[in-house]
């Protein structure tokens, strides 16, 4: 257990639907991620929540919108996804400004589009 | 621009035998942190072992190990007396001390034959 957990596990979707992805750390940590990971490609980080500011990847289409109220919720709202957004959707968190800082991962959100 | 290389896709051990997988990093920066990340089938990505750039002396963590030439910008991971429970992806990654972003590699799948 690593103090990172994400709901729901598994979430089947038309193109057409409206739908959220929830994280919430129980660890104290001050920054927040949210990561796409496809088969055979790097792990592709989508947003970044630290310190309160916001970090984006500006290839992430604007079908995917972040949100954190705290520094302990994390959210993912999904609107009129395309069948290539089928991915594992990570989230993770870690101590920002702090060196040698690790992240700690969420079990996933396994994401079907059809 | 910072990416992470790692060349081998799978790679398979047999049971108490020693593997090393490769992973090569690009970035002009001196300042930073390195990583082995494990994400065993259906489980949580946790972290194995993590380095320094600035120290020479290469990390270990019990069975795991890093061979790190910072002039090479290459970061290997060796597991000694592998165990079924190694099997995993393993992911390369690492992070700059300037800003919250992780650059992860595509990863190695390893199999260990019992």
């Known amino acids: 257990e690593t103090g990172v957990t994400q709901t729901p596990r598994h979430l089947v979707m038309g193109m057409t639907n409206k739908k959220s992805l929830k994280c919430e750390q129980h660890?104290?940590?001050?920054?927040m991620y949210w990561y796409k990971q496809s088969a055979k490609k790097p792990l592709e980080l989508m947003f970044v929540?630290?310190?309160?500011?916001?970090?984006e990847n500006n290839s992430v289409p604007s079908r995917f919108s972040p949100e954190c109220p705290n520094s302990s919720h994390l959210f993912l709202h999904l609107h009129t996804l395309q069948p290539e957004d089928s991915a594992l959707y990570l989230c993770a968190s870690s101590r920002a400004g702090v060196p040698y800082n690790e992240q700690f991962f969420g079990p996933g959100t396994r994401l079907t589009v059809l | 621009a910072q990416t992470v290389t790692q060349s081998q896709p799978e790679m398979s051990v047999q049971e108490a035998e020693t593997v090393t997988l490769s992973c090569t990093y690009d970035t002009s920066e001196s300042d930073y942190y390195l990583f082995w990340y494990k994400q065993p089938p259906s489980r949580q990505m946790i972290l194995v072992i993590r380095?320094?750039?600035?120290?020479?002396q290469n990390a270990t963590e019990n069975r795991f190990s890093v061979n790190f030439q910072k002039a090479a910008k290459s970061f290997s991971l060796k597991i000694s007396d592998s165990q079924l429970g190694d099997a995993a992806m393993y992911f390369c990654?690492?992070?700059?001390?300037?800003?919250?972003?992780?650059?992860f590699g595509t990863g190695t799948s390893l199999t260990v034959i019992p």
């Open positions: 380095q320094e750039a600035y120290k020479q």
């Open positions: 990654a690492f992070h700059l001390n300037t800003g919250n972003q992780f650059y």
């Open positions: 929540y630290s310190l309160e500011e916001r970090v």
């Open positions: 660890l104290g940590h001050n920054a």
